[in-house]
């Protein structure tokens, strides 16, 4: 298998567990909990390293905003021998009372985005693996910590979630909606790959708030610090699988 055009790996390169964030910043953020990392490759929104935590050996890699780049990611991952991917990602409350900083562990997401339709039919589920959700869960158990367990939406157009959209899939009882899990479960599925997501919530879309809106930076304080909690749980998460 030749070297991957975007992420710049081949076989060898990568282990068989990955996390994998949206922001290339994340993957530092990882890193620095992982008991060692070195950096793979770096080419446009892909930042590839290998870490060790706990003795398990596992990949970082960043996928970019959105479905498409996502998709990208997973393929080329999978070519050289990634077999689980986690992602670790912010999302927008969907309900009422989910909190910014709160974290969602995903069991499924709605398709509400392009690419997983060049794939196959909208009515095919979009869905994390069980074995993944279970980890994600004794992660956040271990460490105490409260998450939201459900359904998500992936969406592709940040400036176009309408009132009408929101109402939709508050009314459908979607937790929260981000821009990648439905095009990484759906591939993990169709490869015969586990996949499973944690995401901090940076905003409440029903509640009127939104990452940036009240803040300098892109997160708001509380989200930015919880960002590190989900990452301590996905590594745990990690740990759990390789033990499996």
């Avoid at 890699?61 to 689980?84: K, Q, W």
Wanted: charged share 25%; proline share 3%.
């Amino acid at each position: 298998m030749a070297k991957q055009p975007h992420i710049l790996c081949e076989p060898g390169d990568v282990n068989d567990i990955a996390l994998v964030p949206g922001d290339p910043g994340r993957v530092e953020r990882i890193a620095a909990q992982c008991d060692s990392h070195e950096t793979v490759a770096e080419n446009r929104e892909y930042r590839v390293v290998n870490a060790t935590y706990e003795g398990v050996d596992l990949t970082l890699c960043s996928t970019g905003i959105g479905a498409p780049s996502t998709a990208i990611a997973v393929e080329e991952l999978s070519n050289v021998g990634v077999e689980t991917f986690i992602r670790v990602g912010t999302t927008g409350a969907l309900q009422r009372g989910i909190e910014i900083g709160d974290m969602v562990v995903a069991t499924a997401a709605a398709k509400d985005e392009g690419t997983t339709k060049r794939y196959e039919d909208a009515t095919v589920p979009a869905v994390a693996t069980h074995e993944v959700v279970t980890s994600l869960l004794a992660g956040a158990r271990a460490r105490d910590e409260d998450v939201h367990v459900g359904p998500i939406a992936t969406d592709d157009a940040f400036y176009a979630e309408t009132e009408e959209y929101v109402e939709r899939w508050e009314a459908a009882g979607l937790l929260c909606v981000e821009m990648e899990a439905a095009a990484l479960f759906t591939l993990a599925r169709r490869k015969g790959l586990d996949a499973g997501a944690i995401c901090t919530v940076d905003g409440n879309l029903v509640e009127g708030t939104q990452k940036g809106a009240t803040d300098e930076e892109e997160l708001p304080e509380k989200a930015r610090n919880n960002v590190e909690r989900a990452i301590g749980i996905s590594l745990d998460a990690v740990a759990a699988l390789d033990e499996d």
